[in-house]
């Protein structure tokens, strides 16, 4: 062994425990593995998901914590619906998320010489053999899950026979579909999965690695366990839905001359409420024209949530608090904006933006004068400092903190009525002006000198205080917001289409916000606090003329009121 075992117990004693983590604790105490290789083998048929946040926080989790490394692995073995562009997201998908494969960025498709090897391999063992039974007879032969399947007629044939079928396979002279290579296992096993499986099948498709030169693909499970042999690795971590697959996966391993031997260890995949996390349904929303592509911010996908604003230390984070289980739950969509809101809480800095701007002049302050005002940055970091905002005779402040006519328990402005603007000074509303419709256009108002900074000195008091921003100095941008994209907890659970529960109104446009100008400068990416708000980030269809802003997430949370409901 070349890790002790004392540097190990420091290095996972604090973090969450789980049975793949002692499992591994356990290989590596009894001397098993020297280290430990997992892998993060996606299918590059579509953008990476929050689902597959879960499996690389415990693919790269675990390498990293028990000193071993993690291969990122294309399973790119079937061409119809594998694409270029699919491996250059993924890969920026999962540095962004914080993650580093080093040098061990493999291909499935790179060993496809290999695993035709091994298959002939299988051949002269007999136990496998090419089978030319249409889709539905094969259907017919396998059984059922309370019926044992039955002999396909081809099953007996010679090693010689079978060899130059396949052969002939790859060399092109059978037509797509026409037969298939399946391992000779046992068409009465209880598992449908040991059944001869299919472990080739002829697809004349061009394939964005190996290009024309092959027409027969392995399947999946023939694939992956050898391509984990390999490389090495030593546990191969996958959802549940695999571990029908497991004894196939492990009679393909005993079967074969491999290299190594790794094993399939299976746990339970990630559901969210209010979205869809299979790569079918994103595709299907994305080609359908539901959303405006792989990153549109109401996406489930690492790109939809990064436009969004949500900062990937707070989707780790959310894989840390969910852990890893063998049970299959769907985690609240609060839980993750619990995450979310904690880590901008600490992070973002805080700037004053309005939305629904309406209008303020300042009668008794000088005209043509302007003055700055010092804010601070973020109360929950002294080290962020503080800004000069610019104060002058025209403001903005949000429309819906003003009522002509207020409710009890309504404290904002209105006639006669004195708040704190933020940073600045107590302001009295003295005018309400109207258009000929009676809409609020304007407010006239008066305000304190001797309330700089938001104190008054005959100790007056105010219930509230609002953010505003100056008319001369401000920016007028686009703001985006969003909701879920779907009404219902687990969409398409009532109908069967998740389409029916598609929500009309996950995303608004509000074209005409009053930005402070320091929020000009925000870079894309970067999410912060528009106070009283929330939280936004920079889109990248911002021009330096008109920035436009992602809600990234409200500032209420509802975590904990979930889980007091619950409680
Ligand atoms: P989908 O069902 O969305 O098409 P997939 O499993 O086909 O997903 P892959 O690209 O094959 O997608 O997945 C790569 C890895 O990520 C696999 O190990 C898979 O088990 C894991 N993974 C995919 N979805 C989830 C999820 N929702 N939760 C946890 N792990 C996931
Ligand atoms: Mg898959």
Redesign the pocket.
Known sequence: MTNSSDTLAVAIDDKPRDFIREIIAVDIDSGRYNEIVTR????PNGYL?I??C??MCLNFGVASEFHGRCHLRF?DTNPTKEEQEFMTAIEADVRWLGFDWGKHQYFASDNFEQLYNWAEYLITKNKAYVDDLTIEEMREYRGTLTEPGRDSPNRNRSVDENMGLFRAMRAGEFADGACVLRAKIDMASGNINLRDPVLYRIIRAHHPRTGDAWCIYPTYDYAHGQSDAIEGVTHSL??LEFEDHRPLYDWLIENLPTPSRPRQYEFS??NLSYTV????RLTQLVLDGHVTGWDDPRMPTLAGLRRRGLPAAALRDFASRIGVTKSDSVVEMALLEHCVRDNLNKLALRRMAVLDPLKVVIENYPEGKSEELEALNNPENDADGTRMVSFGRELWIERDDFMEDPPKKFFRLAPGREVRLRYAYYLTCTEVIKDSSGNVTELRCNYDPATKSGGSPDGRKVKATLHWVSAEHAVAAEVRLYDNLFTAETPGAASGNMLDDINPDSMGILSNCQLEPALSETAIGDTVQFERQGYFAADPDSTPERPVFNRTIGLRDTWAKVQKNQG
Do not use: I, W
């Open positions: 993060f083998p996606p299918e998901h689902g597959h879960k499996s399973d996958c959802t995949r990630l996390l299979s790569k079918r």
